[in-house]
């Protein structure tokens, strides 16, 4: 067994005596066997067994892990609630959360045990509490499930999301596209892109949080812009405004579904800067833009 097997296997037994409450060992062979531990029978099953290191009955080993999980949980949830009372801002309350929405809080979130994902519950409970039915029971259940490379996807997406308040709703600016005028048909219009990539979002993140349900699955088009209408979208305390210069004009763009509108809210970003100098260079042709 090589140093590296045996600082894992080292790993593994103190995880396993950490959620059971009890060490494995080595059950004693009996008879001739010249294998190392990695060595395998005819069958497919290791040679070797473990077995638990207790006088104690099966049924007091459950008990025992049992109440080991039970510690973890309030441990897990006093955490979360001490972080949202630190976190929570001195305003006025819209009411209270409703009972059931907080019965579902506790019982999925008493298994959260990764400091980063404590913060972003913690937050949760702040916005509920702060304004109730900011966040629905989906999106709870949604970020339970999320695995570590759902949740970076997510953060990915963060900084590049755009508010449009008139639909209170966010959005992610991919590009626009100008529909031939009736006199110039031949041609196929200016179509413009940003590279996403480019901005930390890879397609396979897209792809990720389509999978999850934060992003419809098919790129928007807005109607027709006019020059007397600007588009304004709101990045983290910075508002763009963008103004056509013709007529035809029509952006497109990827949405945020309510789920993803929920949990937007939890990561609050400045815009991802390769993002903003996309954005300037290829809309200054066709939009007249400004940040305020």
């Known amino acids: 067994m090589t140093v590296k097997n045996a600082q894992v296997k080292s790993s593994l037994a103190l995880l396993i005596e950490e959620k ?10 009996r008879g001739n066997h010249s294998g190392s531990d990695d060595s395998y029978s005819a069958k497919g099953k290791t040679q070797i067994d473990y077995v638990v290191q207790s006088n104690q009955s099966p049924l007091k080993r459950a008990l025992k892990r049992q109440q080991l999980s039970k510690i ?9 609630m001490g972080q949202a009372l630190a ?8 009411g209270r959360p409703d009972p059931d929405w907080l019965e579902h809080f506790i019982g999925l979130a008493e298994d959260i045990a990764n400091q980063a994902m404590q913060k972003l519950w913690a937050k949760i409970l702040v916005g509920e509490t702060v304004s109730p039915g900011t966040f629905s029971i989906k999106s709870l259940q949604t970020l339970k499930l999320m695995t570590q490379r759902e949740a970076t996807a997510l953060q990915k997406c963060a900084p590049l999301c755009g508010y449009l308040e008139k639909e209170d709703s966010y959005l992610i600016l991919i590009g626009y596209y100008k529909k031939p005028s009736f006199f110039d048909l031949l041609k196929n219009g200016n179509k413009e892109s940003i590279n996403l990539s480019k901005a930390g979002l890879s397609f396979p993140n897209i792809l990720t949080l389509m999978d999850i349900g934060l992003l419809y699955r098919k790129e928007i088009e807005s109607s027709n812009l006019k020059p007397e209408t600007p588009f304004t979208l709101s990045f983290q305390g910075k508002k763009l405004i963008l103004t056509p210069k013709s007529n035809e004009l029509v952006l497109s763009y990827y949405k945020l579904t309510q789920t993803g509108d929920e949990l937007k809210k939890l990561i609050t970003m400045p815009i991802n800067k390769q993002y903003k100098n996309q954005l300037e260079h290829i809309f200054s042709e066709e939009f ?3 940040w305020t």
């Open 288 to 290: 007249e833009y400004q």
């Open 20 to 29: 059971l409450g009890i060490t494995m060992i080595k059950k004693p062979f």
């Open 72 to 80: 973890q949980r309030q441990l897990n949830i006093e955490t979360i």
């Open 87 to 94: 976190l929570c801002p001195d305003v006025t309350s819209r």
